[in-house]
């Protein structure tokens, strides 16, 4: 099992920054892929981002690509979703999540998920 802790999430206003982190516990971490995810009221969870196990390749979607940052630090067993640029759009519940597989874009391959943390756009 491995067990995610998300923080970092708050209030901020259009164009604010905030850091996501994840702190994974319970097995190695170096031997997990690592996605960024979230969800707005009433639609689907999507993917942000992801991080291969070394943290030599990331992956962003589309909407995010240019003002988000993901990283990982494997000896603190953690990851970061650096966020700049932050929109109205960006609102949602940020969900990090580890995988066997590489990384991946799609949710159905992430076995473990966090509880999700806050992030709110004040316009």
């Known amino acids: 099992q491995v067990q995610l802790v998300e923080s970092g999430g708050g209030l901020v206003q259009a164009g604010g920054s905030l850091r996501l982190s994840c702190v994974a516990s319970?097995?190695?971490?170096?031997?997990?892929?690592m996605g960024w995810f979230r969800q707005a009221p009433g639609k689907e969870r999507e993917f942000v981002a992801a991080?291969?196990?070394?943290?030599?390749?990331?992956y962003y979607a589309d909407s995010v690509k240019g003002r988000f940052t993901i990283s990982r630090d494997n000896a603190k067993n953690t990851a970061y979703l650096q966020m700049n640029g932050l929109k109205p759009e960006d609102t949602a519940v940020y969900y990090c999540?580890?995988?066997?597989?590489?990384?991946?874009?799609?949710?159905?391959?992430?076995?473990?998920w966090g509880q999700g943390t806050q992030v709110t756009l004040s316009s």
């Open positions: 999540a580890a995988t066997n597989y590489g990384s991946s874009r799609y949710k159905s391959d992430y076995r473990y």
């Open positions: 991080i291969t196990r070394s943290g030599g390749s990331t």
């Open positions: 319970g097995r190695t971490f170096s031997d997990y892929a």
